[in-house]
């Protein structure tokens, strides 16, 4: 699987502003911590918040805010935002009732949309900032004892 | 104020509330298969099967099972967890995490390092409840076909 760069980009918005939903940050901010392009990203940000994932705050010290349930979203809700999620054969000329061999292989690749959706869409924003907060606690203990 | 949660091990005389609680099913059937279970797992006495119930106030609102099974699909001795419910009334209170902490407790007193469980891929809640818990995909993957 290879997530387009506007859905990796919005996962990465989104999860920064959920992490601390009274935080406000601007595009600048995410696409700087996240050596991103901020001209993609503000194309991203708009996207969102014309969906209500996030919400754009005007005036000095302005910038964009969660605007969802993280206990609700999930990895899938953001994604299919910006794209289908569906594997396509590369066949111009394929149709429905065309070769069995890609017909196979069509169901092949169905199977694997099937599970990788399955992933994606339980796994809650909520879930995903608790496990990447755990994996931030591996991090520093892990560096204490270098630091001692 | 809200009455506390207890964890503890189910009793015979939770069968009815256990059977009211578990939504899959008819209740002539579940009857049935749950009074197998309470004989299996509730009055073995076998710390490797294990029955727990939550209990607020006098009621039982939530229930889970699961037990040690070793060498099945050629894996070694692990913990399986295959029925979990929690009352529509009581969810998002934390009771399925604390259910399934104290599981985990008891199996890793078994001598048991790995939990497992099944569930429907249509079956957002569940499987959003134990990524939320911190499963994700194991080792082993299930296969079907129907039999014609």
């Not at chain 1, 805010?65 to 111009?92: C, K, V």
């Not at chain 2, 749950?34 to 939530?62: M, P, T």
């Not at chain 2, 048991?112 to 080792?139: A, E, P, Q, Y």
Request: charged residues 25%.
């Amino acid at each position: 699987m290879k997530l387009n760069k506007a859905s990796l980009f919005a996962l990465i918005s989104v999860l920064e502003l959920a992490s601390d939903a009274e935080r406000q940050l601007s595009t600048t901010d995410i696409a700087k911590k996240y050596c991103i392009s901020t001209h993609h990203l503000a194309k991203v940000m708009r996207n969102l918040v014309h969906e209500g994932v996030i919400q754009a705050i005007r005036g000095v010290g302005g910038g964009y805010r969660f605007a969802g349930n993280i206990n609700r979203t999930t990895l899938l809700d953001i994604i299919q935002l910006f794209e289908t999620m569906e594997s396509e054969l590369d066949l111009p000329h394929w149709g429905e009732d065309g070769n069995p061999i890609v017909a196979e292989l069509q169901s092949v690749t169905n199977e694997i949309d099937n599970l990788t959706k399955a992933v994606l869409d339980t796994i809650t924003l909520a879930t995903a900032l608790k496990n990447s907060r755990l994996r931030e606690e591996l991090l520093t203990n892990r560096k204490q004892p270098e630091a001692g | 104020m809200s009455e506390k949660i207890f964890i503890r091990n189910a009793k015979p005389s939770d069968l009815d509330a256990v059977v009211g609680l578990d939504e899959v099913g008819q209740r002539e059937v579940k009857q049935a298969y749950w009074q197998g279970i309470f004989d299996h797992y509730v009055k073995s006495g076998r710390a490797d099967r294990i029955c727990l119930v939550a209990e607020k106030g006098n009621a039982v609102v939530g229930f889970i099972v699961g037990e040690v099974r070793a060498w099945e699909f050629g894996s070694p001795p692990c913990g399986w967890v295959f029925a979990l419910s929690v009352a529509h009334a009581v969810r998002e209170m934390g009771i399925g995490q604390r259910m399934f902490d104290e599981i985990c407790s008891r199996l890793k007193q078994s001598g048991i390092n790995t939990v497992r469980t099944m569930v429907d891929l249509d079956n957002k809640l569940t499987l959003s409840f134990f990524r939320s818990v911190g499963m994700c995909t194991g080792r082993y993957i299930e296969l079907e076909r129907q039999i014609d």
